[in-house]
């Protein structure tokens, strides 16, 4: 799924761009699917992927049922809107995972290592923090950094406190990085994050201009 970094980026342009989206509803949306609460490893997760991310059939994400469920119910709320538009970029995101993985990790035999996921993930989340480094007034900072209260009222499947602790929990991994920045970044580059974002705001621009 794309990084937090990403999605917040995405929702920035259109948070610049449309005054109704705005707002701290908004932003938290479109990090609210990242919000189940883990137990103690990690290994597992309350509420569950499947339920988190809409994965109807235990592997897609079916967006335009959540949209149909809760956006389209709810009138368009802001918060059920950034909601909506992390599900479709994570649904942009796999697109250029599997293309990456059938072109170049396949090949080089390099998916069949159960831990190189976690090598790869090392480059999504530099390009992040090379972004941070490089964008000081970004909606990290301004916006979301800042937020300290942020009560669930919108799920009856989600903790009241769960959107708070994992805001607390981003904010705190990014601002306390340990990157190096001089270093190559082999399986996601500056110009593909960029380029991805990119598309993916094109993308969303097409669902908002039709709603």
């Not at 992040?128 to 937020?147: A, C, E, G, M, R």
């Not at 990157?179 to 990119?198: A, C, G, H, W």
Request: proline share 4%.
């Amino acid at each position: 799924m794309a990084t937090w970094i990403a999605h917040m980026r995405i929702a920035e342009y259109f948070m610049k761009k449309y005054s109704a989206l705005d707002n701290d509803e908004f932003l938290v949306g479109n990090i609210a699917p990242d919000c189940g609460v883990p137990n103690e490893d990690w290994s597992s997760f309350t509420p569950d992927k499947s339920i988190t991310h809409w994965l109807k059939d235990g592997e897609n994400i079916d967006a335009e049922d959540f949209k149909n469920q809760y956006l389209i119910k709810n009138n368009q709320q802001p918060f059920y809107m950034g909601y909506y538009f992390h599900l479709l970029t994570d649904i942009e995101w796999t697109k250029l995972y599997k293309k990456k993985k059938a072109e170049l990790w396949d090949y080089q035999g390099l998916s069949k290592d159960e831990k190189f996921i976690w090598t790869i993930k090392k480059d999504w989340y530099g390009q992040d923090h090379l972004y941070l480094q490089n964008t000081p007034d970004s909606v990290f900072f301004t916006v979301f950094s800042k937020i300290q209260e942020f009560p669930n009222s919108y799920f009856d499947v989600y903790p009241e406190d769960a959107f708070i602790k994992q805001m607390k929990y981003i904010t705190n991994f990014y601002l306390n990085a340990k990157e190096d920045f001089t270093r190559e970044f082999p399986y996601l580059s500056k110009i593909e994050m960029d380029n991805f974002v990119q598309k993916t705001i094109s993308v969303l621009e097409s669902v908002y201009s039709t709603k």
